[in-house]
């Protein structure tokens, strides 16, 4: 692994556990054992590195996401499949996410709340990436587009809020109750 990716998975780590702006460059160069020199190398400034990391856990997600979703039939099974993965996240059974510590890209737009920023910018883009993954798979059981996004829509916000209960509360059943919901609202489909 080069030094530029050992200071994307480094940052990412601290910026995840324990946020952004609680952690300097030099915690992230200390715990990654590379000289300064080399950070400014690969990345102009605090801000690319917070790129790059919100762009690798993006990649992360949606890859184990889009795997978890893929290894159930397209559709309904999907979808369910899809609150079965964040529970195991939430629960810690995912070990390429790390522990967990909500949702990086909801604590990562409370840092950036500037909606033009673009880290702020690269946090939404991840969310649109899910929405469509779901819209994808609601396109399969539903009978028109409208519906496909109304229930995308649904599912999304299921998921979301799931997340928040599961970070906020403690409630790490949270994506099963959320899953519940979900069926009952698929059924008609």
């Known amino acids: 692994m080069g030094r530029r990716q050992v200071l994307i998975d480094t940052a990412l780590r601290l910026f995840y556990e324990h946020g952004i702006h609680a952690i300097g460059i030099n915690q992230v160069l200390q715990e990654s054992g590379v000289a300064k020199q080399t950070l400014y190398n690969h990345f102009e400034s605090k801000d690319s590195l917070v790129e790059a990391a919100v762009a690798h856990r993006d990649k992360l997600f949606f ?3 889009e795997s978890r979703m893929s290894s159930q039939p397209a559709g309904r099974e999907a979808l369910m499949e899809m609150f079965d993965a964040v529970h195991d996240w939430f629960n810690n059974r995912v070990p390429t996410l790390h522990r967990f510590y909500g949702c990086f890209f909801i604590n990562t737009c409370g840092e950036y709340s500037d909606p033009e920023h673009p880290v702020h910018k690269r946090c939404a883009a991840h969310k649109t990436r ?39 509360e403690g409630d790490l059943d949270a994506a099963l109750k959320a899953k519940g919901v979900a069926s009952r609202m698929i059924s008609p489909h």
Not at 148 to 157: C, D, G, H, P, S
């Open 63 to 65: 890859q184990w996401l």
């Open 130 to 168: 899910i929405f469509e993954l779901l819209k994808q798979h609601a396109r399969e059981i539903c009978s028109s587009e409208a519906d496909a996004e109304e229930l995308a829509n649904a599912l999304f916000l299921l998921k979301e809020g799931a997340i928040v209960k599961a970070h906020v």
